[in-house]
């Protein structure tokens, strides 16, 4: 942990591969996919397709985007208990919030 948060320190560069798991849906899926892990980032977003892999649905949504060029919105889903693994296995597996597709 970082001195002052409750956010876990991964000494993964950018761009690692990793497996996504999930606490819902097919418990037992287990996707090899990239992931960027940012300790700053307030959101985590992730291909629709993966979620289908992992067989996980959950509440739709739409998102509005503010950006230098104007606002739009998105229609997502946000999803819940979605994990992260290394593919070593050397750290515990990090459990995601919430995700949108």
């Known amino acids: 942990m970082h001195k002052g948060t409750n956010t ?3 000494q993964q560069s950018p761009g690692t591969s990793g497996a996504m798991t999930t606490d819902r849906g097919n418990p ?9 892990l940012d300790n700053l980032s307030t959101d985590v977003f992730v291909k629709h397709s993966l979620l289908e892999q992992l067989g996980v649905e959950d ?43």
């Open 8 to 10: 876990p320190q991964i």
């Open 28 to 36: 037992s899926a287990k996707v090899t996919t990239y992931a960027v």
């Open 59 to 101: 509440q739709e949504v739409y998102l509005e985007i503010d950006t230098v060029t104007g606002v739009s919105s998105v229609h997502t889903q946000k999803v819940k208990g979605l994990r992260i693994q290394d593919m070593d296995n050397l750290h515990k597996s990090i459990k995601v919030p919430f995700a949108y597709s």
